[in-house]
Nanobody, 118 residues
Framework: QVQLVESGGGLVQPGESLKLSCAAS????????MGWYRQAPGKEREFVALIGWSGGSTVYADSVKGRFTISRDNARNTVYLQMNSLKPEDTAVYYCYSNLRGVVASRWGQGTQVTVSS
C-alpha cells in the first residue's frame, strides 16, 4: 500500500514563502501524476497544482499561477510545492496526492497546515 507524507507547513506572514514536500513510500510500481490540493475552513477541497512524473508537465490553478512552483524528484518519489508571495487566502490544509499507472483511485496524504497571517 502506498503512503504519502507531507511536510513543510507552518505559520508565515503575508509575502513570505514556504516549501512543502510530499514523499511516497510503500508499494510503488509507477507514478503517473503527483500534485496538491488544499482545503480552507468552510470550503471544499481545491486543486492547486500537478506534475506529470515522466515528462514533467505542470498545471496550476489560476489563483496560484506565477507564485507557486511544483517540482519533483523521481529518484526519491517526492513532489515539492514552492509557495512564494503568500497571501492570507492561501491559508488551508494542503494535501498531496498521487495517481499510479493503471490505478483509478488517487492516494492522499494526511495534510499539512499552512497559515498566512500578520
Amino acid at each position: 500500500q502506498v503512503q504519502l507524507v507531507e511536510s513543510g507547513g507552518g505559520l508565515v506572514q503575508p509575502g513570505e514563502s514556504l516549501k512543502l514536500s510530499c514523499a511516497a513510500s510503500g508499494s510503488i510500481f509507477s507514478i503517473s501524476v503527483m500534485g496538491w490540493y488544499r482545503q480552507a475552513p468552510g470550503k471544499e477541497r481545491e486543486f492547486v497544482a500537478l506534475i506529470g512524473w515522466s515528462g514533467g508537465s505542470t498545471v496550476y490553478a489560476d489563483s496560484v499561477k506565477g507564485r507557486f512552483t511544483i517540482s519533483r524528484d523521481n529518484a526519491r518519489n517526492t513532489v515539492y510545492l514552492q509557495m512564494n508571495s503568500l497571501k492570507p487566502e492561501d491559508t488551508a490544509v494542503y494535501y498531496c496526492y498521487s495517481n499510479l499507472r493503471g490505478v483509478v483511485a488517487s492516494r492522499w496524504g494526511q495534510g499539512t497546515q499552512v497559515t498566512v497571517s500578520s
